[in-house]
């Protein structure tokens, strides 16, 4: 484990081509991370994240990402991600190969993943026609029993990333609030680099709290308000009114182009990006 | 007190939760109703919303399925595969709570494409955590405004499993849970026949004629002998379901400026 920036963790950790889980179920989403690997140029990416949300429309949308495992590709609670319907609808900016599962599904995956056990089973995709457009959904039948049940492969990413609330100085990493399949992505992963609120000098956890050991953790880089505008329990809420936004700039490509323009590729860092919004919104 | 169609459809779905149900809650219409329900008829109702908040007690609607509100005001948050695995899939649900963009006549759903799945005319979100929920809950209502093109003859995609192809089709499945048992519209509600299990109309909102629901299917709707008429809102419905969304329309609308205040 080491401590660095998060300009450094992302040069030295993240490559073309890899597969990458950025995690956290609606909270703690690390966008300063993806931000950073926009303005990097990596391409290629294979993106895996339950939920898309807005982090991976911004990644789809720029040109990152060559395909997304996903199970539910929405704005929470607002509509559509224009930027993923774009990839998939018309192939913009390039085509987009999906692996869709279920929440289930993709959970099971995950936790087979951070077992090392090859695949994950689960009463899952029963009656539907999801097995039918993706070929790594298949069953095994119960040796005990006979029952036939669900099988997905492990997800072992090259590198999950997450946004928590806090590390110590050793580098233990503390997650409060929704831990959504965090956990799991982190320990399924070969390489794990965490952005942070702050650094504290005793972890101070409870005794069944989720905590990532220093030992499992690669490189921990600190980023205020990293998760924004997502949002981090206990430091800052989620900005519903962004997301509302989000409708209207993604939805045009050139509006989008523009805003990731003014608002992360010209900007140095996380710092200067939340800047360009406190100014917009003064 | 007038009302709109959308305020009866959610006040209808309220009413079908019962003090202490378990009830597993999908964003929009179903939260909505859920929590009209818990404010109203049955304050010990239990919300399980997929982000792993168990037994949540939102002021204002999330706008999210993980906003921080359902955390806070939670008798528990578990991680994500807990919710689905202990939880959902071993049989703790009594109710899911399901939307959907189409549904058939047998209640299957669809909210992944409209067209070809691999070259869609519209991709939509996806299935979610409805695949699990529409299996394993005990049994799962339904909401969704009923026109013809949500209500259609065939399904471009199914995302989560209802009776199937009607009949015995769903119980050869060996899932656990009884399925779709309940459909509430804004135009009315929905049943299926307990043998052929398809969707059948048994009962309108006053003011809604039989035909123009008739009309809003994409299939020829059976009708029951006798469709019966919802009562209409009361008063505290109307008030308490109101006053919860104007404080959810505030809450929502809260400027960035005060989100990330203190940053610079």
Known sequence: MRFGNLREIVDGFIRDGQTIAMEGFTHLIPFAAAHEI???????????????????????????????????????????????????????????????????????????????????????????????????????????????????????????????????????????????????????????????????????????????????????????????????????????????????????RQTFARWMQQHVLDCRDHAEFLHTLEQQAA | MSYTPDEMMTIAAARLLWPGCVCFVGIGVPSAAANLARLTRAPDIVLIYESGTIGTKPDVLPLSIGDGELAETATVVVPLPEIFSYWLQAGRIDVGFLGAAQIDRHGNLNTTVIGDYA????????????????????????????????????LDFRSSAGFLGGGGERAALGVGGAGPQIVITDLGVLKPDAQTRELTLVARYQNVGVEQIVAATGWPLAVAANVEIVAPPTAEELVVLRDLNERTRLAHAQTRRATIAGVA
Request: aromatic share 8%; proline share 6%; with cysteine.
């Open chain 1, 38 to 252: 926009i303005r990097q140029g990596r391409r290629d990416l294979h993106l895996i994240r339950m939920t898309p949300d807005l982090i991976y429309d911004q990644m789809i949308g720029i040109g990152c990402a060559r395909a997304l495992t996903f199970s539910w590709g929405g704005n929470p609670g607002v509509g559509s991600l224009y930027r993923l319907r774009d990839a998939v609808e018309h192939d913009w900016p390039g085509p987009l190969e999906i692996h869709e599962h279920s929440h289930a599904g993709m959970a099971a995956a995950y936790t087979a993943g951070a077992a090392r056990l090859p695949f994950g089973v689960l009463r899952g995709y029963a009656g539907t026609d999801l097995p039918g457009v993706n070929a790594q959904i298949r069953s095994v039948t119960c040796p005990y029993t006979g029952e036939t049940l669900a099988t997905v492969p492990a997800l072992n990413p090259d590198v999950t990333i997450l946004h928590a609330q806090t590390a110590d100085r050793q580098g233990n990493v503390r997650i409060d609030g929704i831990v959504g399949a965090q956990k799991e992505a982190a320990l399924a992963a070969r390489t794990l680099l965490v952005t942070v609120e702050h650094v504290v000098d005793s972890i101070g956890a409870a005794m069944n709290a989720i905590v990532l050991p220093h030992w499992v953790v690669t490189a921990i880089a600190v980023v205020p308000r990293g998760a924004f505008p997502s949002y981090a329990h206990g430091h800052y809420a989620r900005d519903n009114a962004f997301y509302l936004e989000w409708d209207t700039i993604a939805r045009d």
């Open chain 2, 119 to 154: 070259h869609p005319k519209t991709r939509m979100p996806g299935a979610g955590g409805a695949p699990e929920i529409a299996c394993h809950a005990r049994q799962t209502f339904i909401v969704l405004k009923q026109s013809p093109r949500s209500f259609v003859k065939r």
